[in-house]
């Protein structure tokens, strides 16, 4: 057993923040690979430890107003890959895209101007980990990566981690930290925001219902009763009323 194997990098808290992304992994991601929760603590080491190196990471990053926790991060998540066996390069192009995020993150959290295109930038590439986190199941399924599953649930990723904003954004204004509600209303001011907002969300919900559509019948109605077990968990929140920050 490696040194790197023997490290201690995650904290408890880390653990608990990527409880529900793993939920949310063995929910839709387990069925259409053939396995059930019965198998997901087989693969539960190495997905939690990823994903709380990620919660640390986002943690360090926000608090140290630098990338430099995330190159760290990515670089053990990398060489623990590479050890194990369990490495693809697609796995390293996802987790660059992660560069990109948090320099992306930094500037718009620092107040410096941004585009549209940049909000639309952050909501899509927020949710690299659930890709990270998918990727590396392929490797750990020993399956060549399924490009098309993952563009099936790209919309849907990015529906959970706007909602799940929405559902924070009280706490996040409390706390000044990164919520994708928070910057919409910095760019289009407390009037606008909310309804652009509400129009994101449902660009996202039709293009999710229109690669549904291409599916086959069966499959199509696998999807919609992932997506109705999905709104039990997760019932759709309602757009908070926009709270006035000082500087």
Request: hydrophobic fraction near 35%.
């Amino acid at each position: 057993m490696s040194e790197l194997q023997l490290k201690p990098l995650i904290s408890y808290k880390g653990m608990v923040k990527s409880a529900d992304k793993l939920h949310d992994i063995c929910f839709f991601y387990f069925p259409f690979h053939g396995l059930s929760f019965e198998d997901f603590f087989q693969y539960f080491p190495i997905l939690c430890y990823v994903e709380s190196l990620i919660y640390q990471s986002d943690y360090d990053v926000e608090s140290q107003k630098t990338s430099h926790s995330w190159t760290k991060t990515k670089e053990i998540i990398l060489s623990l890959l590479k050890e194990m066996g369990w490495y693809d390069p697609k796995v390293e192009e996802i987790l660059n895209k992660g560069d990109v995020y948090w320099d992306l993150e930094l500037r718009m959290n620092r107040g410096e101007r941004f585009t549209y295109e940049d909000l639309v930038k952050a909501m899509e590439l927020r949710t690299t980990d659930f890709r990270i986190l998918h990727a590396i199941l392929h490797c750990l399924l020993n399956k060549p990566y399924d490009e098309e599953l993952a563009n099936l649930f790209f919309p849907m990723e990015v529906i959970a981690d706007i909602e799940d904003d929405l559902r924070n954004y009280e706490k996040d204004v409390k706390n000044k930290s990164f919520n994708i509600y928070r910057m919409f209303i910095k760019y289009y001011g407390k009037e606008e925001a909310p309804k652009r907002l509400q129009r994101e969300l449902e660009k996202y919900e039709n293009l999710l219902m229109e690669r549904i559509s291409s599916l086959s019948p069966e499959e199509q109605e696998r999807v919609h009763g992932l997506f109705d077990k999905f709104r039990e968990v997760y019932p759709k929140p309602k757009i908070p009323t926009p709270i006035e920050e000082t500087p």
